[in-house]
């Protein structure tokens, strides 16, 4: 990563980049390498960045701009951008309540926001503290059905809409730098020990008084003397079903009357049966790199799979988001939104809500300079003249 001298106001961080700099300097090891951390080699993870710097833009010039215009029409609605905060696991590990600051950064801005089975703060309580969210909730799903049932139970009573379920990790990523932080489950290694030591910003933001969060949506399910992150994460371990296929997800379409997007396609033929089956949205992702090491970009995956679905369902897309130069790329090249990982996750470790705001607001700005550089204002008329994103990119006039 280039290093840049921004010091620790976040105000002054000019790109997503500056922000992860000084999230960097804010979070003790372990929790940085949770956040920044990819699988094995971090193959995926180099690529997700590098596939979206392969894609050249080929503007055209003495284009008139009177203003750009960013709006999408998606899930019959009007979005004011083509993009959503994804859903993230533990957040609150990087800030207290890091999910109700993400909540609200999003829904001013008239964004969705997406909670992750494993939050740090409940359906209940996003609801409670934004009543104004447009939540969408991430499923991993979960071999006891009447866990699985509650949260479907609990999603639908709290008002939210739109189901995700992430098929790409029914297994966890092999995340070395997670068994060197720890010296047993749960437990961190003496030497990280001493480095929380020498985090007290991030003691005072995220951990004092209160100690580590649990992963509330799933503490009623638990004993109470297991309502912590280690009852938690071995729960969730224990949980995770395994044999997810795509009758589960038949059934799942069954229980699930309103939108039921799969988050974790890769393949257009996997494209093609989410199609089938009669599904709202996929989600072209490959979890940010943490999962399966050398899987491709999904924005490499993107032409073959707009070739097959665009218009059929919607298409989002995440791995590697950090500049508006990546949203407009995705989206000419067949995304119809892209959702926000790591991006406003920089933001919020360094500052909660302002800090998330701020990386919302550093992708807008740079989404609306890169339409009117392109000579294409209006990003509902962005296309890629090729299905090859080695190949300049072409935008319509
Ligand atoms: C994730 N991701 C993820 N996905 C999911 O479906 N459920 C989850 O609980 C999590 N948890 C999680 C934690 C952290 C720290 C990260 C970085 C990612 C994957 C996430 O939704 C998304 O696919 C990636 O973050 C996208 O990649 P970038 O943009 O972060 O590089």
Same mark, same amino acid.
């Given at each position: 990563m280039r290093r840049y001298h921004s010091g620790p106001d976040f105000r002054r961080a000019h790109s997503i980049a500056e922000l992860a700099q000084m999230a960097h300097r804010r979070l003790p090891h372990f929790a940085w390498e949770y956040l920044e951390g990819g699988a094995e080699e971090e193959l995926t993870l180099a690529r997700n960045r590098q596939a979206f710097a392969d894609i050249n833009l080929l503007p055209h010039t003495l284009v008139p701009c009177h203003g750009t215009e960013t709006r999408r029409t998606m899930f019959n609605h009007e979005w004011p951008l083509p993009m959503a905060i994804g859903p993230t696991g533990y957040n609150g590990m990087l800030y207290h309540d890091a999910d109700i600051h993400l909540a609200r950064a999003a829904t001013e801005r008239g964004l969705p926001f997406t909670l992750s089975t494993v939050s740090t703060s409940s359906l209940e309580q996003i609801v409670a503290a934004v009543p104004e969210v447009n939540l969408w909730f991430q499923l991993y799903c979960m071999s006891d059905p009447q866990v699985q049932d509650d949260l479907l139970q609990r999603a639908n009573a709290v008002g939210c809409q739109t189901l995700l379920?992430?098929?790409?990790?029914? =297994?966890? !990523?092999?995340?070395? *730098?997670? /068994? +060197?932080?720890?010296?047993?489950?749960?437990?961190?290694?003496?030497?990280?020990?001493?480095?929380?030591?020498?985090?007290?910003? *991030?003691?005072?933001?995220?951990?004092?008084?209160?100690?580590?969060?649990?992963?509330?949506?799933?503490?009623?399910?638990?004993?109470?003397?297991?309502?912590?992150?280690?009852?938690?994460?071995?729960?969730?371990?224990?949980?995770?079903? /395994?044999?997810?296929? *795509?009758?589960?997800?038949?059934?799942?379409?069954?229980?699930?009357?309103?939108?039921?997007?799969?988050?974790?396609? %890769?393949?257009?033929?996997?494209?093609?049966?989410?199609?089938?089956?009669?599904?709202?949205?996929?989600?072209?992702?490959?979890?940010?790199? +943490?999962? =399966?090491?050398?899987?491709?970009?999904?924005?490499?995956? %993107?032409?073959?799979?707009?070739? $097959?679905?665009?218009?059929?369902?919607?298409? #989002?897309?995440?791995?590697?988001?950090?500049?508006?130069?990546?949203? #407009?790329?995705?989206?000419?090249?067949?995304?119809?939104?892209?959702?926000?990982?790591?991006?406003?996750?920089?933001?919020?470790? $360094?500052?909660?809500?302002? !800090?998330?705001?701020?990386?919302?607001?550093?992708?807008?700005?740079?989404?609306?300079?890169?339409?009117?550089?392109?000579?294409?204002?209006?990003?509902? +008329?962005?296309?890629?003249?090729?299905?090859?994103?080695?190949?300049?990119?072409?935008?319509?006039?």
């Open positions: 379920l992430t098929s790409d990790a029914v =297994l966890l !990523g092999n995340r070395e *730098w997670d /068994k +060197r932080n720890f010296a047993r489950p749960r437990q961190l290694s003496l030497r990280n020990k001493f480095d929380v030591l020498c985090h007290p910003r *991030w003691i005072r933001q995220a951990v004092w008084p209160q100690g580590m969060p649990s992963m509330a949506n799933l503490d009623r399910y638990l004993p109470a003397d297991q309502r912590n992150a280690a009852g938690a994460a071995h729960f969730i371990g224990a949980q995770m079903e /395994k044999t997810l296929d *795509w009758d589960y997800l038949a059934r799942l379409r069954d229980r699930w009357p309103q939108r039921l997007l799969l988050k974790g396609v %890769l393949h257009p033929a996997d494209a093609e049966k989410a199609v089938a089956l009669g599904l709202d949205g996929i989600v072209v992702s490959n979890h940010g790199g +943490r999962q =399966l090491d050398g899987v491709p970009a999904s924005i490499d995956c %993107l032409p073959a799979i707009a070739a $097959v679905a665009k218009g059929k369902l919607a298409i #989002l897309l995440d791995s590697g988001i950090r500049r508006g130069t990546d949203i #407009l790329k995705a989206c000419a090249l067949g995304a119809d939104a892209v959702l926000l990982g790591r991006a406003t996750l920089y933001g919020v470790a $360094v500052a909660g809500q302002a !800090g998330a705001a701020h990386a919302l607001d550093l992708l807008t700005n740079e989404l609306h300079l890169a339409l009117t550089l392109l000579g294409q204002p209006d990003m509902s +008329r962005l296309t890629a003249t090729a299905a090859n994103t080695h190949s300049p990119l072409f935008t319509v006039s």
